[in-house]
């Protein structure tokens, strides 16, 4: 189902300091998502959201930020893509994300976009624009088999079409990168899986990768993976109970992958943290 809703707000503030993606603020556009990944966080109950699958378009969302931005004192990094794919499928037929992109370019701030689609390449031009200021694109890649990721995240983009669209990204001199985030125990924690993703991400002109060794397993979030974990992976799930209700699942010898990841990481010159918005990181030095 979709259907229109109306926001009271679109831009929220992001504690500071953030330390994984260098946003100021977060402006999610659309509630629920078309991608379905099986481990989605956004399922669980904190977050309020009934049917995950029912997608709410925030009807008013480009007034609200044409009235919100100009308030802003800080000019810090805009993200999109934290509680929803801004390049799910919807998106061709609303625009809001590229709409959204349009009117943050035309008030000068940075844009740091979160995705698992190569749609993203439809606003390739604005993004170009916001780079005078700050404009970067992370690519949630967790698998570089096109099979493993089409059961895991059955909406979104194949990891070959989100590499070739950080390709094309990176040759328009935006900055792209990956979240590699979740790794998941039992599936994709392995050597090969975690070199692969950093060897693709680097011939594909990524400048960095952010990693996390685990998933989160709460409530609803759970009970969903479990009853796909069942579909697609006959056993895995009796693997994960072990974790009982912790919040936490961490990857299988999390302490190695690391090791191997930041010495690959380093090894082909690849950053392992968010290169964060200059005009911001000034900003903060000018206090002290």
């Given amino acids: 189902m979709i259907q229109p809703i109306r926001a009271k707000t679109i831009l929220n503030p992001v504690k500071q300091p953030d330390t994984w993606f260098g946003l100021r603020y977060n402006m999610n556009l659309y509630r629920g998502c078309q991608h379905q990944c099986i481990y989605c966080d956004s399922r669980s109950a904190c977050y309020q959201i009934e049917n995950f699958a029912d997608i709410m378009v925030k009807e008013n969302a480009i007034e609200l930020l044409e009235k919100e931005l100009p308030r802003k004192r800080v000019k810090g990094t805009i993200g999109t893509g934290s509680m929803n794919d801004p390049y799910m499928p919807v998106e061709e037929k609303f625009n809001l994300t590229g709409r959204a992109l349009e009117v943050i370019a035309r008030h000068h701030f940075p844009v ?5 689609s190569a749609r993203v390449l439809k606003d390739l031009e604005t993004l170009r624009r916001i780079h005078e200021v700050y404009a970067a694109v ?3 890649i967790t698998t570089t088999d096109d099979g493993l990721a089409k059961k895991l995240e059955p909406g979104a983009s194949p990891p070959s079409e989100r590499l070739r669209a950080m390709q094309t990204l990176s040759e328009n001199g935006i900055l792209t990168g990956v979240v ?4 998941l125990p039992f599936l994709e924690d392995t050597e090969e899986n975690i070199t692969a993703i950093v060897r693709q991400a680097h011939a594909h002109g990524a400048t960095y990768i952010l ?3 685990g998933v989160t397993l709460r409530d609803q979030q759970r009970d969903y993976f479990y009853e796909k974990l069942d579909r697609h992976f006959p056993g895995v799930r009796a693997q994960y109970e072990r974790f009982g209700d912790k919040y936490f ?3 299988r010898n999390s302490w190695h ?4 990841f930041q010495a690959l990481c380093k090894d082909l010159g690849l950053k392992t943290q968010m290169p964060v918005y200059e005009g911001e990181k000034n900003k903060q030095m000018s206090l002290f």
């Fill in 211 to 213: 990693p996390a060794f």
């Fill in 249 to 251: 699942a961490p990857a």
């Fill in 138 to 140: 992370s690519f949630s």
């Fill in 112 to 116: 740091h976009v979160i995705t698992k």
């Fill in 257 to 260: 992958l690391e090791k191997v």
């Fill in 180 to 183: 590699m985030m979740p790794v």
